[in-house]
């Protein structure tokens, strides 16, 4: 049918799921649902597939009839369904993996940002060698100029920790990845004073989690949790075998939030982190 997207974007997958979400939980079936607005079922399908947008006067119908009434949720949905901003994100498509501009555009609507890791320093915080030598480690090996727009991708996502008013952004890393050293001596030492002078910034929050820790099992896996315009929306994101996994089902985000909150509450306070990479740094 025309007028269908091809590839719809995460975020326009999420409005539709949390439509169909908002329907089944009104006990409706796709036929009930269209039948309200005076359209083919097959229209309903397509918005709860993502596949085509939703007008804010259909939507504002579609809850009603759902007997939603939760405003703060309806006014997200709205914001996502109505949002026409191309973001600079948009420059790769075509060029890099969708998952890498979904990721962009989620972390650009995130109100906030809570990111853990094992073995490397995050995305958002990293130099660009530190990048560039993560990237021309992949295997198989990447073409050359598919690795500089990765790294150029990458630079560009620290567009969150910047602007008049950023989203928080709290970042957990392990010591270990203090000490692995991606690329030479001198780049984990620019990487390190990097992620030093970062911390100090506002509405930005490092925590280290120490070797030296009694009875840390931890997750073991790096998550970045970014929450919505209210929880319901908020999102998890790990990298699996085969790409980049969202998570939004209610019951995993659960999961989700309370491994942070232990893993943050096995890390050091700011102050101390701060001292402990400034003395890993001394040494190299």
């Not at 420059?91 to 809570?114: C, M, Q």
């Not at 100090?200 to 315009?229: K, N, Q």
Request: charged share 25%; net charge negative; glycine share 8%.
């Amino acid at each position: 049918m025309a007028g269908l997207r091809r590839e719809p974007t995460a975020r326009q997958l999420r409005l539709g799921t949390e439509l169909r979400r908002l329907r089944e939980a009104a006990g409706l079936t796709g036929r009930e649902a269209a039948a309200s607005l005076g359209v083919s079922s097959s229209q309903i399908n397509h918005i709860e597939s993502g596949l085509t947008g939703v007008s804010e006067e259909r939507l504002h119908r579609l809850a009603a009839n759902y007997a939603c009434t939760d405003e703060k949720l309806i006014s997200a949905l709205v914001a996502m369904a109505t949002s026409r901003t191309k973001g600079w994100w948009e420059e790769y498509r075509g060029a890099l993996p969708a998952s890498f501009l979904d990721l962009a555009e989620l972390e650009h609507h995130a109100t906030f940002l809570r990111e853990i890791q094992f073995l490397y320093i995050p995305g958002p915080l990293q130099t660009e060698s530190y990048a560039r030598s993560i990237f021309s480690d992949r295997i198989p090996e990447l073409p050359g100029s598919e690795l500089e727009l990765r790294v150029c991708h990458r630079m560009q996502r620290k567009a969150i920790l910047e602007g008049p008013d950023p989203a928080p952004y709290e970042a957990v890393i392990h010591e270990a990845a203090l000490h692995i050293r991606i690329g030479d001596r001198a780049a984990s030492r620019a990487q390190l004073t990097a992620l030093l002078e970062v911390s100090e910034a506002d509405r930005i929050t490092v925590r280290i989690i120490p070797f030296d820790l009694d009875g840390f099992g931890g997750s073991w896996s790096a998550m970045m949790l970014a929450s919505g315009a209210v929880p319901r929306l908020d999102t998890v994101v790990r990298d699996g075998p085969h790409g980049t996994l969202f998570i939004d089902s209610e019951a995993q985000l659960g999961v989700y939030r309370t491994l942070f909150r232990k893993v943050e509450a096995a890390s050091l306070d700011p102050e101390r982190s701060r001292e402990l990479i400034h003395k890993l740094t001394k040494e190299l």
